[in-house]
């Protein structure tokens, strides 16, 4: 019998990931286990039922050390949740030992591909903006690589002026950041931020980055940040600008693209937004306009009054907002400036 026990603990710690899996959903029923499926992809559905024909009877210790097992991820994930994983690591190393917390966390954190300030990502940005905006612009840089682009640029736009280009360039030139300095820019955050998964380089940055930040910054931050950038590195402005779409580039889209824009703008709107552009631009939208159509507009931009150059500015960006969502959706085609893009 002992023979036979100790047959089964060895069987239990040879237990592979898929077969621990197949193990819970066969704990978990029919019906729980079918939920599960409907969000994992067709292959990982044909592995675990594959997994699942193959078990016999599943060992209550089997089943118990997987349910354990579950349940410390699932507690461990919830302390990243809410704190960090120096957090998580801290709560389970005095519940559960240092050597099991260490274990729990490299399985969770490999699975997760837990990504640098991933505390930092859940902050609001006016909060955020008090907290890093006294750091040094490659700090800054750093940060703002790591976040998603909308809630970056919030926090590009309510820098001060004298930071914000060099910010800007500091991204558009980053490329590799060693997890040693990542870690070392976590520390002086006091610990707030989680702590590298991995010991591979993490790329982040780039101008691809910055284009899509500055694409949802005001327009009056984004013409700031080009008009420094092309006094202090011209080469650089020019490749941001030629993957940026603004609204004066409207003028490049062809006029079924333009007939779909104006479709989804309100007329008092693109008044608005017609304000003092070039004559070339209101010419592109009069022409793609039916002749009563372009008389209103017309009527509408003369009589309007005057209008605060901020209004104007943020009503053009809906309206550049609308023209990347058709271009994103596939509706139109953009070609940015300077470029020749074929369209077949």
Known sequence: MAKAEAGKKKISKELTGRQKAAIFLVTLGSEISSEIFNHLREDEIETLTFEIARLDNVEPDDRDRVLMEFKELMMAQDFITSGGIDYARELLEKSLGSQKAVDIINRLTSSLQVRPFDFIRRTDPAHLLNFIQQEHPQTIALILAYLEPAKASIILGSLPHEIQSDVAKRIATMDRTSPEVLREVERVLEKKLSTLSSEDFTAAGGVENIVEILNLVDRSTEKLI???????????????????????????????????????????????????????????????????????????????????????????????????????????????SGEDEMVV
């Open 226 to 336: 080009i008009e420094s950038l092309e006094e202090d590195d011209p080469e650089l402005a020019e490749d941001i600008k030629k993957r940026m779409f603004v609204f004066e580039d409207i003028v490049l889209l062809d006029d079924r693209a333009i007939q779909k824009v104006l479709r989804e703008v309100d007329t008092g709107e693109l008044a608005k937004a017609l304000r003092g552009v070039d004559a070339e631009v209101q010419d592109k939208i009069f022409k793609n306009m039916s002749k009563r159509a372009a008389a209103l507009l017309k009527e509408e931009m003369e009589y309007m009054g005057p209008i605060r150059l901020k209004d104007v500015e943020e009503t053009q960006q809906k309206i550049v907002s609308i023209i990347r969502k058709l271009e994103d959706s596939g509706e139109i085609v953009v070609a940015r």
